[in-house]
């Protein structure tokens, strides 16, 4: 079974940084694409970075510049380091992974940007 945990959410100040792991088991990490979602109270989840088998990302535009995601498979780890952080990067923070036709979900970790 495909299992996603989530770790490094917190509280910060605006124009600080955070660092989110994400652990996965249950799959053969290094062929997968991972990806990063978030949130918002009151909003829809979105896609907020995507990083390859090949270790190519994209970035949603909001984020591109201050976001970097990155991935460690011989620890089967993605991670997204968040700098500059702004109120609206307020969300609870998931990673996910689509095998087989099916997208599994982490738990999520929260992150609130405020002073």
């Known amino acids: 079974q495909v299992r996603l945990v989530e770790s490094g959410g917190g509280l910060v100040q605006p124009g600080g940084s955070l660092r989110l792991s994400c652990t996965a088991s249950g799959l053969t990490f290094k062929i997968h694409t991972l990806d990063w979602n978030r949130q918002a109270p009151g909003k829809q989840r979105e896609l907020v970075a995507r990083?390859?088998?090949?270790?190519?990302?994209t970035y949603e535009e909001s984020v591109q510049g201050r976001f970097t995601i990155s991935r460690d498979n011989a620890w089967n780890r993605v991670y997204l380091q968040m700098n500059n952080l702004k109120p609206e990067d307020t969300a609870v923070y998931y990673c996910?992974?689509?095998?087989?036709?099916?997208?599994?979900w982490g738990q999520g970790t929260p992150v609130t940007v405020s002073s």
């Open positions: 996910s992974v689509n095998r087989a036709g099916r997208t599994f």
């Open positions: 990083i390859d088998s090949t270790g190519t990302s």
